[in-house]
């Protein structure tokens, strides 16, 4: 990036409605380097040929635009890792058949507080927005409702699907497992997902406070950015096949693909003096909820395509999810708890900042920004990314998604 480099966004598409906020102005002005027009598309049209390509695969239109949501609306918040630059894959998964679209997804409720959802490989966006909006819906009815997932596929963000609890200001949870890319403390062999967990509670004032994390000091599709922008990656995010620190993400990505040992590192880093058998504690809690109690594959079967199957089964990923939402006015009233929830994020950002830094950031915060922003002034995409849909485009028989400079 240019040391003179004048980021394109607007000031005024960040003025947040927290005064102790002020502006939010290029949270990371790495979205910037690639955010002349020529890269930038609108969102509807980004969400439409994504539905138009699913459709050309066989994607039912109401499973179409569910998928097209939630990868654009990764875009959208600035965390390219799981947006569209994903779509290939879960093209390659239909075409290869452990993706199934049109599936009839099976329901169980076993409780008025609870369900369970066998997704039958379906696509992991449509799996797990059932399983939220079940989730709502048992909440919005007595308080509380438990939904878990399985034999899923990859559901995107998880901060989405904690996002339509909010819209419903109701608290949420959304967790999900994942392929083995993490070793645990003290290992050299990937036997964890990054196995996100997002949380959310409803503010006063936007933003809401959205948690969404890994478990995982990185996700892969972080260290995919960097291998295809031909970057190192920081020290401490990943491991070789030897155990010590590598910042190739390249090699990182083809051991995992191998499975030739090393991989991504637990939240908190390399053993425990950081607090990395936390984040291997927090990844083997989400793998016990979305894959042992709901019935899915968990550690180094999720999205094992190569295993020995039982007659009648197919290779799959078989993730699994968790989904709770839970209704803050069975406590209190619910304007007394966006109150709070508001008083406490402001004794947060109030507080003194280390080393002249113009101010704390609130989990969501950022996204909330950025996802303003870029539905006014369009979603950067990056420029492999767009080659890569124009050639999903091309080989579809469909219009390339057009950038807001006119190519």
Known sequence: MDDDHQPQIGLDLWKTDRPETGWLHEVECELCRRCGTDSKVARQDLETFVTRVLAKHGVPAEEGDTVARVLVAADL??????????????????????????????????????????????????????????????????????VTVKNS??????????????????????????????????????????????FGMPAARPPDFLLDMATSVVTRGKLEVHDRNHEQMPQGWAVDENGYDCQDPGHVIANLVAQAGGGILPLGGRGETFGGHKGYGLAVMTDLLCGVLAG????????????????????????????????????????????????????????????????????????????????????????????????????????????????
């Open 153 to 198: 596929n990859h559901y995107g963000i998880a901060g989405y699907y904690v996002q339509t609890a909010l819209d419903k200001r109701l608290i949420g949870i959304s967790m999900t497992n994942a392929a083995p890319l993490v070793i645990p403390t003290h290992g050299t062999k990937a036997l964890l997902g990054t196995n996100p967990i997002a």
């Open 296 to 407: 899915s594959a968990y550690g180094r079967d999720v999205n094992d395509l190569k295993r020995e199957l039982p007659k009648g089964e197919i290779a799959a990923p078989r993730v699994g999810h968790f989904f709770l939402a839970l209704a803050p006015e069975r406590f209190m009233p619910l304007s007394v708890l966006e109150q709070r929830v508001d008083a406490f994020i402001t004794m947060i950002k109030r507080s003194p900042k280390a080393n002249n830094s113009p101010q704390i950031f609130i989990h969501g915060e950022k996204e909330h920004a950025r996802a303003l922003a870029h539905e006014k002034s369009g979603i950067p995409i990056a420029a492999n990314v767009l080659e890569t849909l124009r050639a999903i485009a091309t080989k579809c028989g469909v219009e390339p998604p057009r950038t807001l400079g006119g190519s």
């Open 77 to 146: 918040r600035g965390i390219a890792s799981h947006g569209v630059a994903r779509l290939g894959r879960y093209l390659n998964g239909i075409e290869a058949g452990y993706i199934r679209p049109g599936v009839d997804i099976e329901v169980t409720e076993a409780a008025a507080s609870i369900a369970t959802i066998d997704a039958r490989h379906g696509l992991g966006q449509v799996a797990a927005a059932r399983g939220m909006n079940l989730a709502i819906a048992k909440a919005q009815q007595g308080g509380v409702g438990v």
